[in-house]
T-cell receptor, first 113, second 111 residues
Framework: EAAVTQSPRNKVAVTGGKVTLSCNQTNNHNNMYWYRQDTGHGLRLIHYSYGAGSTEKGDIPDGYKASRPSQENFSLILELATPSQTSVYFC????????????FGKGTRLTVV | QQKVQQSPESLIVPEGGMASLNCTSSDRNVDYFWWYRQHSGKSPKMLMSIFSNGEKEEGRFTVHLNKASLHTSLHIRDSQPSDSALYLCAASPGGNYKPTFGKGTSLVVHP
């Protein structure tokens, strides 16, 4: 089965600090995504990538950066974390051809205090 | 604004009953639809996909798609308590493959 691994699984950060969430996939998928999930908002797309070296802004990119140094790895960076970024973050990967599903990691619970 | 609207927000059905969930996209470029299921504390997993007009059945689950109205529906017959979960609809244009999710429908199947 397709594997998407996120780290850390839980993180407590201080306001104003820098946070990096990491994601690794062994599916050889071109596309990778970062979503956040909050009660009442569902899953919202932050950044996505079509392949190594590419990053694209999703629907809610403000306050976040992304990095895709290789096919397998996709990071989400919060340069100056704020309490409003407290959420559950999911990384996902999928095939560029578009007719396959998106596979999700287990999620990272981030709390900014 | 939410491009993918789901209804109802929550649904309670008795065990053995039929659950019907709806999803509509406001993006005319959408080509693909998926239904994902997310149990509490877990990550979403794809339940069914549909890309063409019509109906698709897999076991107790049936999805319908009307591309003209950009509306899809998921029907679960003989609902089981294990079906209790958040059901998420996702839609994507064919060109850039950027799945957008709705807020979900919370389904509770009571014994």
């Amino acid at each position: 089965e397709a594997a998407v691994t996120q780290s850390p699984r839980n993180k407590v950060a201080v306001t104003g600090g820098k946070v990096t969430l990491s994601c690794n996939q062994t599916n050889n998928h071109n596309n990778m995504y970062w979503y956040r999930q909050d009660t009442g908002h569902g899953l919202r797309l932050i950044h996505y990538s079509y392949g190594a070296g590419s990053t694209e802004k999703g629907d809610i990119p403000d306050g976040y950066k992304a990095s895709r140094p290789s096919q397998e790895n996709f990071s989400l960076i919060l340069e100056l974390a704020t309490p409003s970024q407290t959420s559950v973050y999911f990384c996902a990967s999928g095939d560029l051809r578009g007719r396959t599903e998106v596979f999700f990691g287990k999620g990272t619970r981030l709390t900014v205090v | 604004q939410q491009k993918v609207q789901q209804s109802p927000e929550s649904l309670i059905v008795p065990e053995g009953g039929m659950a019907s969930l709806n999803c509509t996209s406001s993006d005319r470029n959408v080509d693909y639809f998926w239904w994902y299921r997310q149990h509490s504390g877990k990550s979403p997993k794809m339940l069914m996909s549909i890309f063409s007009n019509g109906e698709k059945e897999e076991g107790r689950f049936t999805v319908h798609l009307n591309k003209a109205s950009l509306h899809t529906s998921l029907h679960i017959r003989d609902s089981q308590p294990s079906d209790s979960a958040l059901y998420l609809c996702a839609a994507s244009p064919g060109g850039n493959y950027k799945p957008t999710f709705g807020k979900g429908t919370s389904l509770v199947v009571h014994p």
